[in-house]
């Protein structure tokens, strides 16, 4: 039976790289609640997760034509699923808006026991993920979130470059996601 399927896969592939729309569309209603449950996993939001889903199957149109038909479709898409998520989180730490979002996001997405008993925890791991950072890391990232300062008034202060405090920012925030991964059982 998993032959089969391998066999129509391949021909939806074949008949996908002619333009042919009704297979199309047919790979992505296999697909797509795979892909979406695997981005949802990854970006911890169910709008990024959807329009990731949407970028995925838009990315395997415009490029069909080069599509391999003896390869696996399923872990083509998952790799491409996988790499775009990966691009919306390395935007997201140098947007602190949506940093935020996924940030917080991530932490709402959990909907297991008391509120109250896993927000102290949330904030005791923040305190040792912050706690675990280099000095000056540390520092520039207490002045960005703690005291709202902008890259521009944080390199004014401390006497040094925007760049230098926007990759220090960058650093802190994927030592920081690096961190939760770690400890995802409290979160």
């Keep these: 039976m998993l032959e089969a399927a391998n066999h129509s896969e391949k021909l939806l592939v074949s008949e996908l790289k002619k333009g042919n729309e009704k297979a199309f569309r047919q790979l992505f209603d296999m697909y797509r609640q795979d892909i979406y449950g695997y981005s949802v ?3 911890k939001s169910k709008e990024a997760a959807e329009e990731n889903v949407q970028d995925v199957f838009m990315k395997v149109w415009l490029n069909r034509e080069s599509l391999n038909v003896d390869q696996s479709f399923k872990a083509y898409i998952f790799t491409i699923a996988r790499n775009q998520a990966f691009n919306v989180l390395n935007k997201a730490a140098n947007e602190i ?3 935020e979002a996924v940030f917080y996001e991530s932490q709402k997405s959990h909907e297991y026991g ?3 008993v896993r927000e102290a925890d949330c904030k005791k791991l923040r305190k040792q993920a912050i706690k675990q950072l280099p000095p000056k890391r540390r520092q520039i990232f207490k002045m960005s979130r703690k005291k709202g300062m902008s890259y521009e008034e944080i390199s004014e202060e401390l006497g040094i470059s925007i760049n230098t405090v926007r990759n220090q920012m960058s650093k802190a925030l994927e ?4 961190f939760f991964q770690l400890h995802d059982e409290i979160i």
């Design 97 to 99: 808006l949506l940093k």
């Design 41 to 43: 996993s990854l970006l």
């Design 175 to 178: 030592s920081m996601r690096g």
């Design 114 to 116: 008391d509120y109250a």
